[in-house]
């Protein structure tokens, strides 16, 4: 999963993506309106999460400007405390959430996994698909009652071609969702990967796309 996290704070922005880092989110942080609004339009985020008292352009603007264009991008977006207005706003702009600021990362990582079980349409946190359970609460993966050791960048990787079975995904795309921004950011690293995860997983389970890319589970 990939996160953008637009958040100006100069320690908060940092500890986050440190954070959300730990709990397998391949995180992009954007520290003014203007970027995060840009990074927001690029098609590879599963979520934002949000600030809303922002340098250049405030998080309510960049919000509304996604949604006039019709990106219907996950938003969980962070208030202060007190300013009830500013959650009304929020939602009036098209949050999914948002959370008052301070707040425990548990309750962030909680919301977060509900909002995007609630945009990949699960009913609980394990996702299964082709014979593998993966378990977004203590990221594991368990086939025939045994738990598989994956990396956090196979966990990472297994975990978005589990969101998206039967598509081709390309090594781009699949890149993107392995590493932070400022990662190596080759997409040759993805066949070295794919390898890997195969003997893991068991060969059949990803296809190559001759040219295209690769295919976790069952073709459409
Ligand atoms: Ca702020």
Redesign the pocket.
Known sequence: MRILLV???PALGPELKTTLAKHGYAVDLAVNGIDGEIMGKEDIYDLVVL????PDRSGLDVLRNWRSQKNNIPVLVLTARSAWQERVDGFDAGADDYLPKPFHTEELLARMTALLRRANQQISSQLEASGLTLDENTQSVVRDGEEIALTGTEFRLLRYMMHNPGRVLSKLQLVEHMYDDGAENDSNVVEAYIKMLRKKIGHDNIKTKRGQGYVFGESR
């Open positions: 958040e100006d704070d600030d809303l008292g922002l």
